[in-house]
């Protein structure tokens, strides 16, 4: 192993909120390799110290833990000829897509080298006959969709940040479509990687569906750069929709929120987002985009379809929301009053970060059985209430996932304590409905002790054995 770095627990204890700068052991890269990968790369090779401490941190409230270097790859050949190179020296490799993950995924914890795919970042193809694309993994989703805005189709993952395809594949990533349109796990048809010992697989097709082997995309959809380099992408695409309408609505209570979202499924309607906030974050955006939102639980809904579909649409949703006392429902049919509509929610964690300034954002997100979404959400603001910090929860309701955004003041170290406390009640909570630590944030480094709880460590000895088969060197992002 490249340099004697501590073990993955002494490296943890590292990460206090208000650490300025991190004692981590020097660069530590043997000499040969850094000479290969010159040779190589020329100056899309890295040790800067500027550079790697980018690399070493994401949207977490972790201070940077940086890399040893840095590379840009250009093509999946090169990646190969990285890894083989790395594995040769023993040197960890974690991927690196635009650095927007928010629970750790991207700290170097034995240091090594980040592999920046944002180089690689073209479109491939797109085959509109069978609404598939093929991108690299470093194209984002807005370059995605921008792209295709000729076709009249679109890809509808969205998780919010501009996050490339690469690293949504990589997370499992989904967002306030995927009660319409399903997450990264649906969408994602094939896969191109570079595995530990530097082969380059394919994995899936274009074909809809195949009944033949493995199905290896899945095993490294949602594998957090811990069993190969995912270079290459096919996605699903869809026809954009002949007419969207949008709708706000606020509620006297979560309970009623809730319900009306519950009564929405189950009635069949083909909503294609709904999103939630509570109270105090009605109030954020209020404040952050100048709005007059009345400061109550508040529903915000989409939907897809004819011009006739998505007004029936509203005008059944809006008749359910009235049975569960909802107020204000407004709703709107033109591009600018659906972009006043969800501005609300796109800037949603950015209003939340100046309910308290110079605070930093402790961040989690669970999915729970949407039946049992409105007591969970209400037991979680009993704890934040108890907890005595400043927090905002919104949610995907659709599909019974939502996030709570804790506010700590980063030289606080039991505003930290606080804020993981009422964390680990959220996701006990969670798991003891049948719900999951994450519906979409993924594990990263903040989830990991969560992990034995929600599978059983006979489950989590297969995904060992499944780690220990790909990469049997834990190189990977140990």
């Given at each position: 192993?490249?340099?004697?770095?501590?073990?993955?627990?002494?490296?943890?204890?590292?990460?206090?909120?208000?650490?300025?700068?991190?004692?981590?052991?020097?660069?530590?890269?043997?000499?040969?390799?850094?000479?290969?990968?010159?040779?190589?790369?020329?100056?899309?090779?890295?040790?800067?110290?500027?550079?790697?401490?980018?690399?070493?941190?994401?949207?977490?409230?972790?201070?940077?833990?940086?890399?040893?270097?840095?590379?840009?790859?250009?093509?999946?050949?090169?990646?190969?000829?990285?890894?083989?190179?790395?594995?040769?020296?023993?040197?960890?490799?974690?991927?690196?897509?635009?650095?927007?993950?928010?629970?750790?995924?991207?700290?170097?914890?034995?240091?090594?080298?980040?592999?920046?795919?944002?180089?690689?970042?073209?479109?491939?193809?797109?085959?509109?006959?069978?609404?598939?694309?093929?991108?690299?993994?470093?194209?984002?989703?807005?370059?995605?969709?921008?792209?295709?805005?000729?076709?009249?189709?679109?890809?509808?993952?969205?998780?919010?940040?501009?996050?490339?395809?690469?690293?949504?594949?990589?997370?499992?990533?989904?967002?306030?479509?995927?009660?319409?349109?399903?997450?990264?796990?649906?969408?994602?048809?094939?896969?191109?990687?570079?595995?530990?010992?530097?082969?380059?697989?394919?994995?899936?097709?274009?074909?809809?569906?195949?009944?033949?082997?493995?199905?290896?995309?899945?095993?490294?959809?949602?594998?957090?750069?811990?069993?190969?380099?995912?270079?290459?992408?096919?996605?699903?695409?869809?026809?954009?929709?002949?007419?969207?309408?949008?709708?706000?609505?606020?509620?006297?209570?979560?309970?009623?929120?809730?319900?009306?979202?519950?009564?929405?499924?189950?009635?069949?309607?083909?909503?294609?987002?709904?999103?939630?906030?509570?109270?105090?974050?009605?109030?954020?955006?209020?404040?952050?985009?100048?709005?007059?939102?009345?400061?109550?639980?508040?529903?915000?809904?989409?939907?897809?379809?004819?011009?006739?579909?998505?007004?029936?649409?509203?005008?059944?949703?809006?008749?359910?929301?009235?049975?569960?006392?909802?107020?204000?429902?407004?709703?709107?049919?033109?591009?600018?009053?659906?972009?006043?509509?969800?501005?609300?929610?796109?800037?949603?964690?950015?209003?939340?970060?100046?309910?308290?300034?110079?605070?930093?954002?402790?961040?989690t997100d669970v999915c729970v059985p949407i039946s049992r979404l409105a007591e969970c959400i209400t037991a979680?603001?009993?704890?934040?209430?108890?907890?005595?910090?400043?927090?905002?929860?919104?949610?995907?309701?659709?599909?019974?996932n939502f996030h709570v955004l804790l506010l700590v003041d980063p030289a606080s170290p039991e505003d930290r304590?606080?804020?993981?406390?009422?964390?680990?009640?959220?996701?006990?909570?969670?798991?003891?409905?049948?719900?999951?630590?994450?519906?979409?944030?993924?594990?990263?480094?903040?989830?990991?002790?969560?992990?034995?709880?929600?599978?059983?460590?006979?489950?989590?000895?297969?995904?060992?054995?499944?780690?220990?088969?790909?990469?049997?060197?834990?190189?990977?992002?140990?």
């Amino acid at each position: 192993m490249a340099g004697a770095r501590p073990p993955l627990h002494e490296r943890h204890k590292l990460l206090p909120l208000g650490a300025v700068f991190l004692l981590v052991p020097p660069i530590m890269l043997p000499t040969t390799l850094q000479d290969a990968l010159t040779a190589r790369l020329g100056d899309r090779f890295s040790t800067t110290r500027a550079v790697c401490e980018q690399h070493g941190r994401d949207e977490s409230p972790y201070p940077a833990l940086p890399p040893d270097a840095v590379v840009w790859p250009l093509t999946t050949e090169e990646v190969a000829a990285i890894v083989r190179l790395c594995s040769e020296h023993g040197v960890p490799l974690i991927p690196y897509g635009a650095g927007s993950s928010i629970e750790g995924h991207v700290l170097a914890l034995h240091g090594g080298i980040s592999v920046d795919l944002s180089r690689m970042n073209r479109i491939v193809r797109v085959d509109a006959d069978d609404l598939t694309a093929t991108v690299e993994a470093g194209v984002t989703r807005e370059e995605l969709n921008d792209e295709l805005r000729h076709t009249g189709l679109f890809f509808p993952i969205d998780p919010g940040a501009n996050a490339s395809l690469g690293g949504m594949t990589a997370t499992r990533a989904s967002g306030t479509n995927a009660v319409r349109y399903g997450t990264m796990r649906d969408n994602v048809l094939a896969l191109t990687v570079v595995t530990a010992d530097g082969r380059i697989v394919k994995t899936g097709s274009r074909a809809r569906k195949s009944s033949t082997g493995y199905d290896l995309t899945r095993v490294f959809v949602g594998s957090e750069g811990t069993l190969g380099i995912i270079t290459e992408i096919t996605v699903r695409l869809y026809p954009q929709p002949m007419a969207v309408s949008a709708a706000i609505a606020a509620f006297p209570d979560v309970d009623s929120a809730v319900q009306t979202v519950i009564q929405t499924i189950q009635f069949g309607i083909p909503v294609a987002r709904v999103e939630f906030m509570d109270v105090r974050a009605v109030q954020a955006v209020n404040a952050y985009s100048r709005l007059g939102l009345r400061e109550a639980p508040t529903l915000l809904f989409e939907f897809h379809g004819s011009e006739a579909g998505v007004v029936e649409q509203a005008e059944t949703v809006q008749a359910i929301a009235r049975e569960f006392g909802g107020m204000d429902f407004e709703w709107a049919s033109r591009p600018e009053e659906r972009s006043r509509l969800w501005a609300a929610r796109h800037k949603a964690y950015f209003a939340s970060l100046q309910l308290q300034p110079g605070a930093v954002g402790v961040t989690t997100d669970v999915c729970v059985p949407i039946s049992r979404l409105a007591e969970c959400i209400t037991a979680t603001c009993t704890d934040i209430a108890a907890s005595g910090l400043t927090a905002t929860v919104l949610g995907h309701v659709g599909d019974g996932n939502f996030h709570v955004l804790l506010l700590v003041d980063p030289a606080s170290p039991e505003d930290r304590e606080r804020a993981e406390a009422v964390n680990t009640r959220i996701v006990e909570r969670a798991l003891a409905m049948d719900g999951t630590a994450s519906g979409e944030h993924g594990v990263g480094l903040h989830k990991m002790r969560f992990m034995a709880a929600e599978h059983g460590e006979d489950t989590l000895d297969l995904m060992r054995a499944l780690k220990a088969a790909f990469d049997p060197r834990q190189l990977f992002n140990p």
